[in-house]
């Protein structure tokens, strides 16, 4: 599976992005599509994660409530939808893929990844 994440940008103190990732290659829907960011100087934090049918999802406590994960998998896409968006959430954003829901959070486990866009949130 090869994933291209996009969407990424400068924007101010609460606004909101949409992030996309495309992927390619066989069997989207049999793979958990997962969101992380790293921000300078820091590791691969989670921050949102996604069934392979889209019907469960798991969100990092700091993006509960702001941040929406979804997917269409008749267009091999996942997305991110970021808003009320804070300086913290500045990072490079990347979309990853595994087979199972199992440990979902931890970067180390994840067999493919996209490029990561970068997102900038200006106070």
């Known amino acids: 599976v090869q994933l291209q994440a996009s969407g990424g940008g400068l924007v101010q103190d609460g606004d909101s992005l949409r992030l996309s990732c495309a992927a390619s290659?066989?069997?989207?829907?049999?793979?958990?599509m997962s969101w992380f960011r790293q921000a300078p100087g820091k590791g691969h934090d989670f921050v949102a994660a996604?069934?392979?049918?889209?019907?469960?999802?798991y969100y990092a406590d700091s993006v509960k409530g702001r941040f929406t994960i979804s997917r269409d998998n008749a267009k091999n896409a996942v997305y991110l939808q970021m808003n009320s968006l804070k300086p913290g959430d500045t990072a490079v954003y990347y979309c990853?893929?595994?087979?199972?829901?199992?440990?979902?959070?931890?970067?180390?486990?994840?067999?493919?990844w996209g490029q990561g866009t970068l997102v900038t949130v200006s106070s």
């Open positions: 990853a893929a595994k087979r199972t829901t199992s440990n979902y959070p931890n970067s180390d486990v994840y067999d493919f």
């Open positions: 290659g066989r069997s989207f829907s049999g793979y958990v």
């Open positions: 996604i069934s392979g049918s889209g019907g469960s999802t």
